[in-house]
C-alpha cells in the first residue's frame, strides 16, 4: 500500500458503568465474584440502576445485569396487574420472560419461565441444569434473578464485548389469543462495562463518531479463540476486546472508504475484513479491493489486495467483483450439484467463498492509449483487450491462491 498504516495499542483498566440503555441494549456492570446469591430476592441489586421498558402498573419491566470473571446475573422486575397462570403451564398463552443470547458464534442459549403465582409453582421452559434461577412474586407484578456460567455460552471467551440476543417480559391478558398482548424489554446487546469503556477510548482515540462508522461486526478475526468486535469507519479499522488496536487505512479521504464487510473465505470460521478503497496520485485514482486478516497481535495484514477500477481525466476502466460460491468457477475436480447424500456432504466442504473479477465497463481507454505498468502492490486489473476477461481467487486460511480465468461462467 502507497500509505503507511499506524497501529496503536491501547490498553485499558476497569471501569465500571451503571446500567443505562446503550446501543439498543444495556450495560452489565463489572462485580467481584461471590457478590450474589441466587434467591429470588432483589436486596443485592438495590445499587444497581435499571434499564426501564415501559411504564405504569401494568405491563412494565425494570432490566439489571452484572457480571464477574466466571459468570453473568440477570435480574428482572415486572409490573403486572394480572399474572396470568395456569397449573397446564401453556407458554404462549401465559405470562413469561424469555431470554436468547449469543456470543456470535455457536447455537444461542434460549430458554424462558413461567413465574409463579398464586396456588401455581413456577415452570421453567427447556432451562439448562447449569442455570441458577429463583423467582418471587410482588404486589403487583413478579421479580426474576438468574446466573448463567460464562463459559456455558457456545464461543465465550474473555474477549467477547457483548452477547447478542433478547430478555423479554411476554404479557398476556388475553390467555385465549394464545399470544401475548405487549412484549417488553431488551433486544439488542448485553455490553459489558469494561467493554464499553475500551469502545468509548477507540472513539476517542480515533476521532470516530457514531455516524461515521461503516462497519460494526462481532466475529472471530483473529489466531486466537473467542470473537472481536472489528469497526470500520473514517480511515480506520479497529479490533476491540479488553483492549484495542487499530490501522490507518491506505486513502486520503473517509469517502474514500467505498465499502467494508466481513467474510468467512474457507468456512472454517475465521473472518477476513474485505475493503474497496479509492486512492489517488500520478494525476488520477485507481479503486482496490483489500482482504485483511488479524494478526495474533491485533494488527492487520492484507493476505490480497486487487485493482478494479482506474480512472485519469475522463477516462476510466471498470472490473466487476462478486463473492460467489467456493469453488463454483474454479473447475477444480470432485464438486457435485447432486442432492444425494454425497452430494450434500461436498457441498457442505465447499462452504465459503471466493472472488470473481470480470471485465466491466470501460470509457476513453484503449489498447493504443493505456499506458500504466502494472501496480507493483496489487493485482492489475483485467483488460478488455488481454485474453484474460476473467479472474478467481481463493483463500485458504490467510493465504490468497488463485489469480486464474474463472470457468462455467454464463453467457
Same mark, same amino acid.
Request: aromatic share 8%.
Given at each position: 500500500m502507497r500509505? #503507511?498504516?499506524?497501529?496503536? @495499542?491501547? %490498553?485499558?483498566?476497569? @471501569?465500571?458503568?451503571?446500567?443505562?440503555?446503550?446501543?439498543?441494549?444495556?450495560?452489565?456492570?463489572? =462485580?467481584?465474584?461471590?457478590?450474589?446469591?441466587?434467591?429470588?430476592?432483589?436486596?443485592? $441489586?438495590?445499587?444497581?440502576?435499571?434499564?426501564?421498558?415501559? %411504564?405504569g402498573s401494568d405491563a412494565a419491566v425494570e432490566l439489571r445485569c452484572a457480571?464477574?470473571?466466571?459468570?453473568?446475573?440477570?435480574?428482572?422486575?415486572a409490573n403486572d396487574e394480572r399474572i396470568v397462570r395456569t397449573k397446564k403451564g401453556r407458554a404462549m398463552s401465559e405470562d413469561r420472560v424469555s431470554l436468547s443470547l449469543s456470543s456470535g458464534t455457536g447455537k444461542p442459549l434460549r430458554f424462558a419461565v413461567l413465574p409463579g403465582a398464586q396456588h401455581v409453582p413456577r415452570k421453567g421452559i427447556k432451562i439448562p441444569s447449569f442455570v441458577e434461577l429463583e423467582d418471587s412474586r410482588r404486589a403487583k407484578g413478579f421479580f426474576v434473578e438468574l446466573s448463567i456460567?460464562?463459559?456455558?455460552?457456545?464461543? $465465550?471467551?474473555?474477549?467477547?464485548?457483548?452477547?447478542?440476543?433478547?430478555?423479554?417480559?411476554?404479557?398476556?391478558?388475553?390467555?385465549?389469543?394464545? *399470544?401475548?398482548?405487549?412484549? @417488553?424489554?431488551? *433486544? &439488542?446487546? @448485553?455490553?459489558?462495562?469494561?467493554?464499553?469503556?475500551?469502545?468509548?477510548?477507540?472513539?476517542?482515540?480515533?476521532?470516530?463518531?457514531?455516524?461515521? =462508522?461503516?462497519?460494526?461486526?462481532?466475529?472471530?478475526?483473529?489466531?486466537?479463540?473467542?470473537?472481536?468486535?472489528?469497526? =470500520?469507519?473514517?480511515? =480506520?479499522? &479497529?479490533?476491540?476486546?479488553?483492549?484495542?488496536?487499530?490501522? &490507518?487505512?491506505?486513502i486520503a479521504n473517509p469517502s474514500d472508504l467505498i465499502s467494508a464487510r466481513v467474510v468467512d473465505f474457507d468456512g472454517g470460521g475465521r473472518y477476513a475484513v474485505l475493503t474497496e478503497l479509492r486512492q489517488h496520485g500520478n494525476g488520477g485514482s485507481r479503486d482496490v479491493l483489500v482482504v485483511w486478516f488479524a494478526k495474533g497481535d491485533g494488527s492487520f495484514q492484507p493476505a490480497l489486495t486487487v485493482e478494479t477500477r482506474k480512472q485519469r481525466g475522463d477516462a476510466s476502466?471498470?472490473?466487476? $467483483?462478486?463473492?460467489? %460460491?467456493?469453488?463454483?468457477?474454479?473447475?477444480?475436480?470432485? #464438486?457435485?450439484?447432486?442432492?444425494?447424500?454425497? &452430494?450434500?456432504?461436498?457441498?457442505?466442504a465447499q462452504l465459503g467463498f471466493d472472488l470473481l473479477f470480470q471485465v466491466g465497463e470501460v470509457a476513453g481507454f484503449d489498447k493504443s492509449n493505456f499506458r500504466e505498468a502494472p501496480a507493483p502492490d496489487a493485482k492489475g486489473i483485467l483488460l478488455p483487450w488481454s485474453e484474460q476477461q476473467s479472474a478467481v481467487y481463493y483463500l485458504e486460511g490467510s493465504i490468497a491462491y488463485g489469480g486464474d480465468a474463472a470457468t462455467d461462467l454464463p453467457e
Amino acid at each position: 500500500m502507497r500509505n #503507511r498504516a499506524v497501529i496503536i @495499542l491501547a %490498553s485499558l483498566s476497569t @471501569l465500571c458503568i451503571g446500567g443505562a440503555a446503550h446501543a439498543k441494549g444495556v450495560v452489565c456492570e463489572r =462485580v467481584q465474584e461471590d457478590m450474589f446469591e441466587v434467591d429470588g430476592m432483589s436486596d443485592d $441489586w438495590q445499587s444497581f440502576k435499571p434499564t426501564h421498558f415501559g %411504564s405504569g402498573s401494568d405491563a412494565a419491566v425494570e432490566l439489571r445485569c452484572a457480571y464477574d470473571a466466571k459468570k453473568l446475573y440477570v435480574a428482572l422486575t415486572a409490573n403486572d396487574e394480572r399474572i396470568v397462570r395456569t397449573k397446564k403451564g401453556r407458554a404462549m398463552s401465559e405470562d413469561r420472560v424469555s431470554l436468547s443470547l449469543s456470543s456470535g458464534t455457536g447455537k444461542p442459549l434460549r430458554f424462558a419461565v413461567l413465574p409463579g403465582a398464586q396456588h401455581v409453582p413456577r415452570k421453567g421452559i427447556k432451562i439448562p441444569s447449569f442455570v441458577e434461577l429463583e423467582d418471587s412474586r410482588r404486589a403487583k407484578g413478579f421479580f426474576v434473578e438468574l446466573s448463567i456460567p460464562m463459559r456455558k455460552i457456545a464461543g $465465550w471467551s474473555a474477549t467477547l464485548p457483548y452477547l447478542a440476543g433478547a430478555i423479554e417480559f411476554h404479557d398476556v391478558d388475553l390467555p385465549s389469543d394464545d *399470544k401475548a398482548q405487549s412484549v @417488553l424489554g431488551m *433486544k &439488542g446487546k @448485553l455490553h459489558f462495562s469494561e467493554a464499553v469503556a475500551t469502545y468509548k477510548s477507540f472513539m476517542q482515540t480515533t476521532g470516530l463518531k457514531n455516524r461515521d =462508522v461503516r462497519l460494526d461486526k462481532l466475529v472471530d478475526v483473529d489466531p486466537g479463540a473467542g470473537a472481536e468486535r472489528i469497526i =470500520v469507519g473514517g480511515k =480506520v479499522m &479497529g479490533v476491540l476486546s479488553t483492549s484495542f488496536t487499530y490501522m &490507518g487505512l491506505p486513502i486520503a479521504n473517509p469517502s474514500d472508504l467505498i465499502s467494508a464487510r466481513v467474510v468467512d473465505f474457507d468456512g472454517g470460521g475465521r473472518y477476513a475484513v474485505l475493503t474497496e478503497l479509492r486512492q489517488h496520485g500520478n494525476g488520477g485514482s485507481r479503486d482496490v479491493l483489500v482482504v485483511w486478516f488479524a494478526k495474533g497481535d491485533g494488527s492487520f495484514q492484507p493476505a490480497l489486495t486487487v485493482e478494479t477500477r482506474k480512472q485519469r481525466g475522463d477516462a476510466s476502466i471498470q472490473n466487476t $467483483w462478486a463473492l460467489v %460460491s467456493r469453488g463454483q468457477h474454479r473447475g477444480e475436480p470432485g #464438486r457435485s450439484k447432486k442432492r444425494g447424500k454425497r &452430494g450434500r456432504k461436498r457441498a457442505k466442504a465447499q462452504l465459503g467463498f471466493d472472488l470473481l473479477f470480470q471485465v466491466g465497463e470501460v470509457a476513453g481507454f484503449d489498447k493504443s492509449n493505456f499506458r500504466e505498468a502494472p501496480a507493483p502492490d496489487a493485482k492489475g486489473i483485467l483488460l478488455p483487450w488481454s485474453e484474460q476477461q476473467s479472474a478467481v481467487y481463493y483463500l485458504e486460511g490467510s493465504i490468497a491462491y488463485g489469480g486464474d480465468a474463472a470457468t462455467d461462467l454464463p453467457e
